[in-house]
């Protein structure tokens, strides 16, 4: 089982920067994908940011160039770094990781997502 724990949500006014962060707890197998969704009022969840199983980073066409995600496996740890933020990024942002809790999970092709709690993040002046 997986524990995962958002921070650093805030109010922000257009233009500023914040840093997320997603802390997780308990013990799996592997974690092939760590990701960034960002729910907005009144729409479904979307991905913004996700670093997949071979290391590459993938972003939503709506925040290339402006936020970056990483990873800091000894800590356990994935932060969302936003910059130049606009009102259309306000909404909650969730963490998800996509893991294998088991070897027989891995040579099944099995996968388990956990997600956080979430963190809002509102931007306006």
């Known amino acids: 089982q997986v524990q995962l724990v958002e921070s650093g949500g805030d109010l922000v006014p257009p233009g500023g920067s914040l840093k997320l962060s997603c802390k997780a707890s308990?013990?799996?197998?592997?974690?092939?994908?760590v990701a960034w969704y960002r729910q907005a009022p009144g729409k479904q969840r979307q991905l913004v940011a996700a670093?997949?199983?071979?290391?590459?980073?993938k972003y939503a066409d709506s925040v290339k160039g402006r936020f970056t995600i990483s990873r800091d496996i000894p800590k356990s740890a994935v932060y969302l770094q936003m910059d130049s933020l606009k009102p259309e990024d306000t909404g909650v942002y969730y963490c998800k990781h996509e893991t294998a809790l088991s070897i027989d999970d891995l040579q099944q092709g099995r996968t388990h997502d956990y997600w956080g709690q979430g963190t809002q993040v509102t931007v306006s002046s």
């Open positions: 670093i997949v199983d071979d290391g590459s980073s």
């Open positions: 308990g013990s799996v197998f592997a974690v092939y994908t």
